[in-house]
């Protein structure tokens, strides 16, 4: 479920629509957490669907650590990419804004650390090199992202959390740990999707 206190508006002919929010969302703020809503689609499901189905869920899913499709069950399957995003996936099924996000400001993500199967091609951006998304981003950049996120937790008790209460209770008490600085922080690596021929060793940070 995406944060209550956003919208789905069309954002310009080039870009299509994307997910605004409608009042400031703080830095630290928890933007999107995995619920009952969200629907997963393994990739033998997928293959077994009709090719319109298909072409659907290939543009509007994301891929989890298992390989498993997972379509958003609200507008957040309309966030668009950014390689400056405003939120960033976490280890725990949950995203946090890493910036504070104004009123009429998008919602983004960097398509990178959502295990994309292909690359392709984005708009440049000022400020980023980049002009691909590319599978192994998450390799690449994880320690790019976990610096963010690590400074973003600092805020976490100090900003209004209307999602925490949607998080599985195991990744609550994760979260909160983290927060608290009773832990340290698991990598976004743990997001990473390594195909069974490529298995990966991930390490807790």
Known sequence: ???PDTELRFISPEIGFGVVATK???????TWVFDSLDQIISPRALQQMDPLQQVFLEKYCYRDH???YVLCGDHARFVNHSFRSSCISTAY???LAVRDIQPGEELTDDYGYLNP????DCLPEPGSPRTQVLPDDLLNFHAEWDAQLVEAFRWFNQVPQPLLRLLAPVHQEQVLAVAAGQRAMESILRCYYAPESEPLKIRSA
């Open 1 to 3: 479920m995406i944060h």
């Open 24 to 30: 400031l969302i703080p830095k630290g703020t928890i």
């Open 93 to 95: 099924d949950c995203e």
């Open 117 to 120: 199967s292909e690359p392709f």
């Open 66 to 68: 298992h390989g498993d």
